[in-house]
């Protein structure tokens, strides 16, 4: 409440210059203020809590489910007859991520503003290794993974969440002075290029895309004057077609690919035509668990980048439907935790966590549907992928630190309410 009274205040205190400082303004996910009875917030902290954990807990379920599903007949291929290898790797790292995201929760907020800047760290050092075709694992022309024997990383998995943690950071840190473009363009711009080069060397559109997208979130979040805002967005999406031009691979996968999958039907728009014929072959109820003939090698990674295919296949609309029904109250959950957080920097770093996370699907879910590229981007918390599932989840127990913390005797009981 302290930090709300100073934000109130300083919005009516000049500045150097004479200008009104509106600081209560920036942040857009600020609640209109209002009266509230002491118990309030422990009550609103208690629903995110639900909606966040029956969201998250029932897409890690289902993806467990059609992990187990759609990679049966390529793990028993890849894996000396083993069908259930992608399953049992899944529940492996499902147990790691729970674990991490259960700690990370009864953490406070506001430790990220020290980790986030050697998470980021960590991670760039290893995209430029993952990059270098002598010690990265290259996989469908992306060089992204790090083969460490038993498990395989994907550094840029972690780079999402520090980056979040550091642009939280950083808007708390410049809060006063957010409508100078200098003072968001340092040192906020060279780090997210740096980012998004490393991203682009790993030959990893999608991610990359993601990493600058989560940002742009959390601008509009911190309440950044439009015209900055579009102009950034703008240099995104130029950015973006220089790339896709540049690149054969890339201009194909959008022109030909995307555009007009149906020219090419065996070649370049393969993978997107048979993502659609497993949704159609779906129906309304689907054919039935475990029944996909989409996964018996027509589609090409059916168990981790194109499951959601699979899912309309077995599940039917109604399955799909539900996966994309819990995605948005995992999103509508993180909207209000960010809405109740305490202070800034917790506000910034649950919206940037939650528009990544809703960035990716959309992203994800888009690309099987034909609404957008294929940009090679995992579904959130259902896809096969070990750094993923654990980072997304250690992400969740982020959410879930800034919900608990909004409310401390929610979690300390006899403590004193407030900072």
Request: charged residues 15%.
């Given at each position: 409440?302290?930090?709300?009274?100073?934000?109130?205040?300083?919005?009516?205190?000049?500045?150097?210059?004479?200008?009104?400082?509106?600081?209560?303004?920036?942040?857009?996910?600020?609640?209109?203020?209002?009266?509230?009875?002491?118990?309030?917030?422990?009550?609103?902290?208690?629903?995110?809590?639900?909606?966040?954990?029956?969201?998250?807990?029932?897409?890690?379920?289902?993806?467990?489910?059609?992990?187990?599903?759609?990679?049966?007949?390529?793990?028993?291929?890849?894996?000396?007859?083993?069908?259930?290898?992608?399953?049992?790797?899944?529940?492996?790292?499902?147990?790691?991520?729970?674990?991490?995201?259960?700690?990370?929760?009864?953490?406070?907020?506001?430790?990220?503003?020290?980790?986030?800047?050697?998470?980021?760290?960590?991670?760039?050092?290893?995209?430029?290794?993952?990059?270098?075709?002598?010690?990265?694992?290259?996989?469908?022309?992306?060089?992204?993974?790090?083969?460490?024997?038993?498990?395989?990383?994907?550094?840029?998995?972690?780079?999402?969440?520090?980056?979040?943690?550091?642009?939280?950071?950083?808007?708390?840190?410049?809060?006063?002075?957010?409508?100078?473009?200098?003072?968001?363009?340092?040192?906020?711009?060279?780090?997210?290029?740096?980012?998004?080069?490393?991203?682009?060397?790993?030959?990893?559109?999608?991610?990359?895309l993601i990493l600058c997208g989560l940002v742009l979130v959390m601008l509009f979040a911190a309440g950044i004057r439009m015209r900055y805002l579009m102009f950034a967005a703008g240099a995104g999406a130029l950015g973006a077609m220089v790339l896709i031009v540049g690149e054969t691979y890339r201009r194909t996968r959008f022109f030909d690919a995307w555009l007009n999958p149906w020219a090419d039907r065996q070649g370049n728009g393969y993978q997107l035509i048979q993502g659609l014929i497993a949704i159609?072959?779906?129906?309304?109820?689907?054919?039935?668990?475990?029944?996909?003939?989409?996964?018996?090698?027509?589609?090409?990674?059916?168990?981790?980048?194109?499951?959601?295919?699979?899912?309309?296949?077995?599940?039917?609309?109604?399955?799909?439907?539900?996966?994309?029904?819990?995605?948005?109250?995992?999103?509508?959950?993180?909207?209000?935790?960010?809405?109740?957080?305490?202070?800034?920097?917790?506000?910034?770093?649950?919206?940037?966590?939650?528009?990544?996370?809703?960035?990716?699907?959309?992203?994800?879910?888009?690309?099987?549907?034909?609404?957008?590229?294929?940009?090679?981007?995992?579904?959130?918390?259902?896809?096969?992928?070990?750094?993923?599932?654990?980072?997304?989840?250690?992400?969740?127990?982020?959410?879930?630190?800034?919900?608990?913390?909004?409310?401390?005797?929610?979690?300390?009981?006899?403590?004193?309410?407030?900072?």
């Amino acid at each position: 409440m302290a930090d709300r009274t100073r934000s109130a205040a300083s919005a009516k205190a000049p500045t150097a210059g004479g200008r009104p400082a509106r600081l209560a303004r920036h942040l857009r996910l600020v609640p209109t203020p209002r009266r509230r009875g002491a118990a309030e917030p422990k009550r609103l902290a208690r629903r995110d809590l639900l909606l966040l954990g029956a969201s998250a807990g029932a897409l890690t379920v289902v993806g467990l489910v059609m992990v187990l599903s759609a990679g049966s007949v390529s793990a028993a291929q890849g894996y000396g007859g083993n069908s259930f290898w992608y399953f049992q790797r899944q529940v492996l790292y499902a147990a790691v991520g729970i674990g991490a995201a259960i700690v990370v929760a009864r953490l406070s907020p506001r430790i990220w503003k020290h980790l986030g800047i050697w998470i980021l760290g960590g991670a760039t050092i290893l995209m430029m290794i993952a990059a270098r075709p002598t010690s990265g694992t290259a996989l469908y022309g992306a060089s992204r993974w790090i083969d460490l024997g038993p498990v395989t990383i994907q550094p840029s998995e972690f780079a999402k969440l520090g980056l979040v943690a550091v642009a939280a950071t950083i808007l708390t840190n410049k809060w006063s002075k957010l409508d100078e473009p200098m003072q968001l363009l340092m040192p906020l711009g060279p780090i997210v290029l740096l980012v998004g080069l490393l991203g682009i060397a790993q030959r990893d559109l999608g991610t990359t895309l993601i990493l600058c997208g989560l940002v742009l979130v959390m601008l509009f979040a911190a309440g950044i004057r439009m015209r900055y805002l579009m102009f950034a967005a703008g240099a995104g999406a130029l950015g973006a077609m220089v790339l896709i031009v540049g690149e054969t691979y890339r201009r194909t996968r959008f022109f030909d690919a995307w555009l007009n999958p149906w020219a090419d039907r065996q070649g370049n728009g393969y993978q997107l035509i048979q993502g659609l014929i497993a949704i159609g072959s779906g129906g309304w109820l689907g054919t039935g668990l475990g029944t996909s003939r989409a996964k018996w090698d027509f589609l090409p990674n059916a168990h981790s980048d194109f499951i959601y295919a699979v899912i309309g296949e077995e599940l039917g609309l109604f399955g799909a439907l539900a996966v994309l029904i819990a995605f948005g109250v995992l999103i509508y959950a993180g909207v209000r935790i960010a809405m109740h957080a305490r202070g800034t920097f917790e506000r910034l770093l649950a919206a940037g966590v939650i528009g990544w996370i809703g960035l990716q699907a959309i992203v994800n879910m888009g690309a099987v549907t034909g609404l957008l590229p294929i940009t090679g981007v995992p579904l959130p918390l259902v896809s096969f992928g070990g750094t993923a599932l654990v980072v997304t989840l250690v992400g969740v127990g982020v959410l879930a630190s800034v919900a608990r913390d909004a409310a401390p005797p929610l979690v300390r009981r006899g403590s004193a309410p407030g900072r």
